[in-house]
């Protein structure tokens, strides 16, 4: 699968991860900051999370390969 990283400093918890990639990404409750869920991401989450980065507004997400 690809990497994926959050930019923590950019993200302003819009939310449009999580709608995108709902198995993927959450938001923290205290910070409202996304982060990806515990686990190994999988090949069939590969179109969701390109997806979820090309929908945050913040460019917080950075997928590679």
Do not use: Q
Not at 23 to 46: K, S
Request: some cysteine; overall charge negative; charged content about 30%.
């Amino acid at each position: 699968m690809t990497d994926v990283e959050i930019d923590e400093t950019a993200c302003c918890g819009y939310g449009n991860c999580l709608v995108a990639a709902p198995e993927v990404f959450d938001l923290h409750t205290d910070t409202g900051i996304a982060f990806l869920r515990p686990g190994r991401l999988r090949e069939a989450d590969r179109l969701a999370v390109r997806e979820a980065a090309a929908d945050c507004p913040a460019r917080a997400i950075t997928v590679r390969g």
